[in-house]
Nanobody
């Protein structure tokens, strides 16, 4: 069983930056895929970014590419989501999720392919 815990959310103004952290515990941190998703009120959970631990491949949704960066620190079992140039439409609860598999590109954006989820952290972008 993998446990995930997000942190780092908050209230920021448009154009600001935030760094979210996803701390993990369990034996499978160094394998599989970790993804970030977000869910705004009244909307479906939406894929944001993912990192595949084998080869450290990184993937981004078109809405955040160029503004967000996913990275991981194996020593601390933590995955980060650096979010720059935040926009009001980035407002959502952000979740990290873990798949035990090395997901391929066509699989990484589906919530059904992730077995473990954190509780989420709120990000609000407002002036």
């Amino acid at each position: 069983q993998v446990q995930l815990a997000e942190s780092g959310g908050g209230l920021v103004q448009p154009g600001d930056s935030l760094r979210l952290s996803c701390s993990t515990s369990g034996r499978t941190f160094n394998s599989g895929t970790l993804g970030w998703f977000r869910q705004a009120p009244g909307k479906e959970r939406q894929y944001v970014a993912a990192i595949r631990f084998s080869g450290s491949s990184k993937y981004y949704s078109t809405s955040v590419k160029g503004r967000f960066t996913i990275s991981r620190d194996s020593a601390s079992n933590t995955v980060y989501l650096q979010m720059n140039t935040l926009k009001p439409e980035d407002t959502a609860v952000y979740y990290c999720a873990k798949s035990s598999l090395s997901l391929i590109l066509s699989e990484i954006s589906s919530t059904a392919n992730y077995e473990s989820w954190g509780q989420g952290t709120q990000v609000t972008v407002s002036s």
